[in-house]
């Protein structure tokens, strides 16, 4: 099994990012999918989230109307489509699969964003 996060790195405030998630390993379309983020000295936080199936998407009150969580089944991909960034923003991000209730959890190795000017 393995989540393989890709698409961070440095870009300034304002600006826009997009994370994807590749799995490979498991049935990803029976898996809900998220994006969580670990800023240094934080605990980590869900930031987004997006069903296997139907309506269901989430997102932390700190980013509604900045990012965007999307998956594409086919591509077994999971992306993270990051607007209007800000210095906040700044964190590894973590892209997670799980299958509740009581199915498998996998975590990807994470990915650095970094806002700043």
């Known amino acids: 099994v393995q989540l393989v996060e890709s698409g961070g790195g440095l870009v300034k405030p304002g600006g826009s990012l997009r994370l994807s998630c590749t799995a490979s390993g498991f049935t990803f379309s029976r898996y809900r999918m998220s994006w969580h983020r670990q800023a240094p000295g934080k605990e980590r936080e869900l930031v987004a989230l997006i069903p296997a199936t139907g309506p269901g998407t989430r997102y932390v009150d700190s980013v509604k109307g900045r990012f965007t969580i999307s998956r594409d089944n086919a591509k077994r991909t999971v992306y993270l489509e990051m607007n209007s960034l800000k210095a906040e923003d700044a964190a590894v991000y973590f892209c997670?699969?799980?299958?509740?209730?009581?199915?498998?959890?996998?975590w990807g190795q994470g990915t650095q964003v970094t806002v700043s000017s």
């Open positions: 997670k699969a799980d299958e509740p209730p009581f199915g498998a959890t996998y």
